[in-house]
């Protein structure tokens, strides 16, 4: 039989591996070893218990990492991330997003931030974390329904970051985002929804009504009782409303906080358990449910004893308080901040101010921002008068070289400062504050960051005091104080952060005389709020409102009532401190960083790093693809794409060229 070669297919497939063989279709040994090792690294990376931890641009902190493994391990995380200030909440919820988005466990994640802060999240989740999220405005979601007639806009992406001010007033919006089907919503500045028993805002409804419909839920704040202890419940409600149902139940529970802790601790402690204790547990927890945990405590194996005292501390934690759903770290239990150090400068307050203020019904904001009560009634601006302009334009000669932050409470000071230091003295400043774009603030931002270029001098408003870090700052200058002590540490926050190398120097010209005055009196000597935090300052605060706005409207009186308020403060503070030591607080911290298990996960990243088996892979990656490598500094290496590149879009690498390090310490 013969067959014309004309009807020969002209292409032959082989599907099958022995059929490539037989017919000689080989690739080189190279190939198949390179494929053997990825598969090899990759099996690694999926087996490991720090997958998702390590991978992030971020200095690796035990009671972060702690968190991240504890949290995005549930299959449904639903906490509240409420760290002090400085310690990092951000990252930490970034964590737990990066390793569920990892392991699959989400995929669609929608972030609401307040409007100011959305480059910044934009900007950090893809330097820090290589996650590329889309920022939905109402411009965006025009052009999507104009594209797509029909569709919902949120659906167009998987990865969402968007402010909660594009859904109030807007119907339409609000539908589309609460039907878009999400798996994980991150809520930043949560101690902004206001509920309240008998009045509920919008935003609150919104993520309430998101927080029903998504299984997993972030919520982060630094502040968690900035708006008392209903606002507290009310963001625990959001994250299971079936356990925290009733306000005045929860109210009762806090108050048993005390002997739990002590249990606890007992618990933590390497030595045996007395009979008093045992009994205590057994009375607490029942005796069905501590029985097998007491009777295994009792092992002679110390893993098994050590596995009971844990689980024994997990279900107290369970059964009392906010069980595994609140975290908080305080600074007290974390090593690595600066000092503070406060520069008081008493100043004489002005002739036109005391005119402004010398009606009993000047409001309290107008008495600690005299300026304010003070625009329009003179012909004279203030800042040509105020002795806080001359002070600051001879503290900038001062400290040239230096950057330094100042806040103000309102947006019209920031801009009438920022117009003073440029028409008295050519001193232009960068201005950030509510009424600037989004854009402009960045710009602010940025160029105030610049070390070669860049302002000395930053001016914000009270916005700039929320969400905004300027580690690389060691200068804050207060020009008026807040009446909440939490807006307070929240503004010294911005620089005593994690990271802040340098001591903090504090800044405040304050009038001798008058509402500054008592403020100062009282966060330096009542609260002692400027040298270290004041987790109760706002329990003290909401307690003594009535006195301090007192002494706020009669700030001169001689009959030793603002002496009166600072005791008082003192006394209450000192009784705080002791009882948030032995309770609430430290129940919290217990639940929030365990150790040694923080401890081992830094540990164990460190250990994975310290192997050079990732570089040997990547070297040959890079070769086999064609990719170009020079050595550029010391742990650092050039990457371009070659002339013989086998892919022209080789993942990850830029047209270019990038330059990549496999050190941690050169990549932050």
Known sequence: ASLPESELNNSLQFHRPQDRLFSGQQDSPH???????????????????????????????????????????????????????????????????????LTGQASRVLILVPQALLNQWLVELLRRFNLRFSLFDEERCLAIEASEPGDNPFQAEQLVLCSADLFLGQELRWQQVTTAGW??????????????????SDEYRLVETLARLTPGVLLLTATPEQLGRSGHFARLRLLDPVRFHNLASFMEEERRFAPIADLSEKLL???????????????????????????????DCGAVRSGARVALIDRLLDRHGTGRVLFRNSRARIRGFPKRELHHYPL???????????????????RLTPEAADRGREAQPWWQFDPRLDWLIQKLHQLRGDKLLLICARSETARDIEMAL?????????????????VERDRAAAWFADRDDGAQLLICSEIGSEGRNFQFAHHLVLFDLPLDPDLLEQRIGRLDRIGQLEKIHIHVPCFELGA??????????????????????????????PALLECLEEPDSSDGSCDVLIRTARQLLDKAAETLRKGRDHLLELNSCREPLA???????????????????????????????????????????????????????????????????IAL
């Open 183 to 200: 798996d994980m919503l991150i809520v930043d500045e949560a101690h902004h929804l206001q509920w309240s028993e008998h009045l509920v």
């Open 269 to 299: 402690q390497d030595r045996p358990l007395s009979a008093e204790t045992r009994a205590r547990i057994r009375e607490t927890l029942g005796a069905s449910e501590a029985a097998q945990p007491l009777a295994e405590e009792s092992s």
């Open 516 to 545: 500054q005055a008592v403020m100062m009196r009282w966060y330096e000597q009542g609260l002692n709020a400027f040298r270290q935090t004041c987790p109760a300052g706002h329990s003290i605060f909401s307690q003594l409102l």
């Open 348 to 366: 004489p307050l002005p002739a036109q101010y005391r005119t402004a203020l010398q009606s009993s019904d000047t409001p309290i904001a107008n």
């Open 422 to 438: 440029r028409t008295r003295e050519g001193i232009r400043a960068a201005l950030f504050h509510e009424e600037t774009s989004i």
């Open 31 to 101: 190939w198949f070893d390179l494929r053997y090792t990825t598969l090899a690294q990759r099996q690694h990376l999926e087996r490991s218990p720090l997958k998702g931890l390590g991978g992030a641009r971020t200095e690796l902190l035990p009671y972060q990492l702690y968190i991240a493994h504890e949290v995005s391990r549930r299959p449904v995380p639903r906490v509240l991330l409420a760290d002090e200030v400085g310690l990092g909440k951000t990252i930490e919820a970034c964590l737990i997003l990066h390793r569920q988005l």
């Open 599 to 665: 401890s081992d996960l830094k540990r164990s990243i460190e250990h994975e790093e310290a192997s050079s088996e990732l570089a040997r892979y990547m070297e040959e990656i890079l070769a086999g693809f064609g990719v170009e490598s020079e050595d550029h500094s010391p742990g650092c290496l050039i990457l371009r794409p070659g002339a013989q590149m086998l892919d022209e879009n080789f993942p990850g690498l830029l047209p270019d060229g990038m330059t990549c390090t496999f050190d941690r310490r």
